[in-house]
Structures are given as structure tokens and as C-alpha cells.
């Protein structure tokens, strides 16, 4: 019932951007956080960003100044703008969305930094 819908993946060349987007749907307890994790091939899923519900963002060093998280509350979506992308970049991002008593993993978005 509980659906986290990515979008925006996709293959970019160094420098470029992508802007990634995260629905949630059928959740009916409030959403107290969602973020952006990372997994590159061999590589422990990492912390990207994330957000509260009063806009307070955490951001991993490697993107800070990069990366920009945001939300729509009204949608129950959140989104990352990714500018400067390197190869370090490339990994699948996942949406993770937290309410009280709970979280939700999205389906993952591939990304792909490389010329």
C-alpha cells in the first residue's frame, strides 16, 4: 500500500546536473523526515541528504555545496538537484521516508556520472 516512486535518474556527464524526485503515497501517518541515500557497486549504502519536517538539512560532505535537498509537504515529495556531478556521484540513490513508529525505502534511481 505504502509506495516511494523515484524518478530522474539517469546517465550525465561530468559537470552536468539531475534533479531526482520522490513521491510518497498511501501513507497516512504524518512525515517526519525524508532524505537520499547512495549505494555504489562494493560500497556501503551511505547518507546523501535528508530533510525534516521543519526544513532543517543535513548533508553529507562530499555534496555539500553541490546537492540540494528539498520537499513539498502538499505532495509528500522531496527532491535532490544535484549540480557538479563527478564520477564519485555515480551509485543508485534511494528515497527513504520516515513517519512515527516507521520508515520506507524507495525503489532506487540509477545514476551515472561518466563521459
Known amino acids: 500500500q505504502v509506495q516511494l516512486v523515484e524518478s530522474g535518474g539517469g546517465l550525465v556527464q561530468p559537470g552536468g546536473s539531475l534533479r531526482l524526485s520522490c513521491s510518497a503515497s498511501?501513507?497516512?501517518?504524518?512525515?517526519?523526515?525524508m532524505g537520499w541515500y547512495r549505494q555504489a557497486p562494493g560500497k556501503q549504502r551511505e547518507l546523501v541528504a535528508d530533510?525534516?519536517?521543519?526544513?532543517?538539512?543535513n548533508y553529507a560532505n562530499s555534496v555539500k555545496g553541490r546537492f540540494t535537498i528539498s520537499r513539498d509537504n502538499a505532495k509528500d515529495t522531496v527532491y535532490l538537484q544535484m549540480n557538479s556531478l563527478t564520477p564519485e556521484d555515480t551509485a543508485v540513490y534511494y528515497c527513504?521516508?520516515?513517519?512515527?513508529?516507521?520508515?520506507?525505502w524507495g525503489q532506487g534511481t540509477q545514476v551515472t556520472v561518466s563521459n
Open positions: 498511501g501513507i497516512t501517518r504524518s512525515i517526519t523526515l
Open positions: 530533510i525534516t519536517s521543519g526544513g532543517s538539512t
Open positions: 527513504k521516508v520516515h513517519t512515527i513508529g516507521n520508515y520506507y
